[in-house]
């Protein structure tokens, strides 16, 4: 990632920064008082400038890594640490502490591993430390040390590798926090939802079960009932059926959100037979490209949806004589078409203008499509309503 990076760049410049001041403190107190700055490994022929940029380069670089192989950046930082440990005023096991630090954050199972690596590369300085000059020590031969560095050492040891199991568990708590949240936000949800169902049920539900018997009822009563009121009879009794099992679906709906609901797209020449009255014909033509596939359950009920409001409104607000509703699907949208040739008021004046209107522009969005309503030449009205075949599902 470009912030790893970053910051495995700003280590390095820090780390080089920091052992070049201090050797250049070095130098300045010899020109002063006499003392002069320890030698670097490599010995007098190695420009000190460029050790400590490998250096610095070397223990910082695997920073850009932490994410993706935190153990193994550990690993070499640490490594490059160690190597460097002879380097007077160089602050390489800082970077190593950043490294082992993430390495516990990110493998928080592999913690006890990191936490022996980290120990064993603070205390094999102070172990194995060599005076720069003179000593009773041998070179390569642990010197002598008390109590209180050892301790010290476990200490800086034990820092990065706890403060990165600390800031694993506050992560842990802060995603349990969020997924305690989300239950409880789906809890009052889904009995908002149950309620809602209830009320549907007991109000909706009821009086369309009524209506249905009334009409049934009047329909046994007049066997000899003139053929309109008949047919209107009938219609009542088909239209309250039909609403009432899309309550039902709704309900089903309300209570399983991830169930698809309602008629679809292969409905609406059924709809336009229940809407089709002796003064307005309504005539529908479905076609589908060859190679279309099967329209997801969401944008196929969209679609009737859209189609059943253009159509009622068409019938009822229009006094059109004619409809005609084509339904294309192709490969990347299916497109909805009804035009009827009414009296050609517009939207704005019928009643459709307050929530249907609306309700269908907000449908059409919801879904990454297009409505458009505008007048049919040389009379009526023309709905349109383009929706994409890869939305929903």
Do not use: K
Not at 113 to 124: E, F, I, N, R
């Amino acid at each position: 990632m470009a912030a790893d990076a970053l910051l495995a760049l700003a280590s390095a410049i820090a780390v080089y920064a920091a052992a070049s001041w201090e050797r250049a403190l070095w130098d300045l107190s010899g020109a002063s008082g006499g003392v002069t700055a320890p030698p670097v490994p490599g010995g007098p022929g190695v420009g000190i400038p460029l050790v400590l940029a490998a250096f610095s380069v070397g223990v910082a670089a695997p920073l850009a890594l932490r994410r993706r192989f935190p153990v193994s950046v550990a690993l070499v930082s640490v490594a490059v640490a160690l190597l460097g440990t002879g380097v007077p005023g160089w602050s390489g096991r800082l970077v190593a502490a950043v490294a082992l630090c993430s390495a516990t954050y990110h493998r928080p199972r592999q913690a006890p591993v990191l936490l022996l690596l980290s120990v064993a590369s603070t205390l094999t300085p102070i172990l194995f430390a060599t005076p720069l000059s003179g000593g009773a020590w041998p070179p390569g031969l642990p010197a002598r040390v008390s109590p209180t560095p050892l301790a010290q050492g476990v200490l800086i040891a034990v820092a990065p590798i706890a403060v990165g199991y600390a800031l694993y568990l506050h992560r842990e708590r802060a995603e349990q926090q969020v997924l305690l949240h989300q239950a409880q936000a789906a809890r009052v949800v889904a009995e908002e939802r149950a309620w809602i169902a209830r009320e549907i049920h007991d109000a909706v539900g009821h009086h369309l079960t009524a209506i249905r018997m009334q009409a049934n009822a009047a329909r046994h009563v007049l066997p000899d009932a003139p053929p309109p009121a008949a047919r209107a009879l009938g219609t009542v009794a088909d239209l309250s059926a039909s609403a009432l099992r899309d309550v039902r679906l709704l309900l089903a709906a309300l209570r399983d959100e991830h169930r698809p609901t309602g008629a679809t797209l292969a409905d609406v020449p059924a709809l336009a037979n229940r809407l089709s009255a002796p003064g307005c014909r309504i005539h529908v033509t479905i076609d589908r490209h060859v190679a279309a596939g099967p329209l997801p359950a969401l944008i196929d009920h969209a679609g009737y949806r859209l189609a059943q409001e253009a159509l009622t409104n068409a019938v009822r607000h229009a006094a059109a004589t004619r409809v005609d509703v084509r339904i294309h699907q192709g490969l990347d949208t299916v497109t909805i078409l009804i035009e009827d040739d009414g009296q050609g008021r517009p939207p704005s004046s019928r009643p459709l203008a307050g929530s249907g209107l609306r309700g269908m522009r907000e449908r059409a969005d919801l879904l990454g499509g297009r409505l458009d309503i505008g007048p049919r030449p040389p009379h009526g009205w023309r709905v349109e309503a383009v929706l994409p075949t890869h939305s929903g599902g």
